[in-house]
T-cell receptor, first 115, second 116 residues
Framework: NAGVMQNPRHLVRRRGQEARLRCSPMKGHSHVYWYRQLPEEGLKFMVYLQKENIIDESGMPKERFSAEFPKEGPSILRIQQVVRGDSAAYFC?????????????FGPGTRLTVT | AQTVTQSQPEMSVQEAETVTLSCTYDTSESDYYLFWYKQPPSRQMILVIRQEAYKQQNATENRFSVNFQKAAKSFSLKISDSQLGDAAMYFCASQYSGGGADGLTFGKGTHLIIQP
C-alpha cells in the first residue's frame, strides 16, 4: 500500500508565478490536510478537505491560496502570484474515512522556493 | 484555540542514555488527542506516539513513552536507550476530537542530538 504521495518534491518559482502542489492520499483515504512549515518552525495547519468539499480552511491565507480535492485525481494546493514569503515546505496528510482521530499519515512534502 | 509549547529548542544526550522532551499545551476542550512526531533530515513526518486525553494510562511504544499530566497540561516524551537513529526534530502536537477530524496544532519542535 503506497503511502501519501506528493509532487513535485522541489519546486522553484519566480515572484509572481503560480505554484501548484499535488497530493495523492493513501489508498482508501478520503480526508486530506495541508500544512505549511516555515524554516525553524513547526507545521501550521492550512486546510482540511474531503472529496469535493472544503471542511475547514481556517489556516489558509485569505488571498492567493486555494485548495481542492476533486472526485477524481489528487488534491491540489494552488498559490497564485507567489512571493518570497511563500517559500516553505508544504506537507499533505491523509486519513481514512472511518479511522480514529489522529491517524494522519504524512507525505514527504514539497519544498517551494520563490526567487 | 489550541496552543502547543515546546520550551527546549535543542537537547543533547549520550547514546544509550535516556532523554525527556518537554511539551505543554493549552486547550479549552475536554476531548482531544496528543502526539509526538519525529522529523529526521529527510523531513518526512513520522508518528512516534499518541495519547487520548480520556485515557489515564500513559502511552508506550517500545523505547518511547509519555508522561501525560492532564491537570498540568503537560505531555513529555521519554526516549530510553537513545540510538543514533533517534537524532531528529521532535514535534509535539494536539488535535481536538469534536465535530470532525480537525487539523493538528504543532509546537515549534526540539532538535535532539545523539552523542556517540
Amino acid at each position: 500500500n503506497a503511502g501519501v504521495m506528493q509532487n513535485p518534491r522541489h519546486l522553484v518559482r519566480r515572484r509572481g508565478q503560480e505554484a501548484r502542489l499535488r497530493c495523492s492520499p493513501m489508498k482508501g483515504h478520503s480526508h486530506v490536510y495541508w500544512y505549511r512549515q516555515l524554516p525553524e518552525e513547526g507545521l501550521k495547519f492550512m486546510v482540511y478537505l474531503q472529496k469535493e468539499n472544503i471542511i475547514d480552511e481556517s489556516g489558509m491565507p485569505k488571498e492567493r491560496f486555494s485548495a481542492e480535492f476533486p472526485k477524481e485525481g489528487p488534491s491540489i494546493l494552488r498559490i497564485q502570484q507567489v512571493v518570497r514569503g511563500d517559500s516553505a515546505a508544504y506537507f499533505c496528510a491523509s486519513s481514512p474515512q472511518s479511522g480514529e482521530y489522529g491517524e494522519q499519515y504524512f507525505g514527504p512534502g514539497t519544498r517551494l522556493t520563490v526567487t | 484555540a489550541q496552543t502547543v509549547t515546546q520550551s527546549q529548542p535543542e537537547m543533547s544526550v549520550q547514546e544509550a542514555e535516556t532523554v525527556t522532551l518537554s511539551c505543554t499545551y493549552d486547550t479549552s476542550e475536554s476531548d482531544y488527542y496528543l502526539f509526538w512526531y519525529k522529523q529526521p533530515p529527510s523531513r518526512q513526518m513520522i508518528l512516534v506516539i499518541r495519547q487520548e486525553a480520556y485515557k489515564q494510562q500513559n502511552a508506550t511504544e517500545n523505547r518511547f513513552s509519555v508522561n501525560f499530566q492532564k491537570a498540568a497540561k503537560s505531555f513529555s516524551l521519554k526516549i530510553s536507550d537513545s540510538q543514533l537513529g533517534d537524532a531528529a526534530m521532535y514535534f509535539c502536537a494536539s488535535q481536538y476530537s469534536g465535530g470532525g477530524a480537525d487539523g493538528l496544532t504543532f509546537g515549534k519542535g526540539t532538535h535532539l542530538i545523539i552523542q556517540p
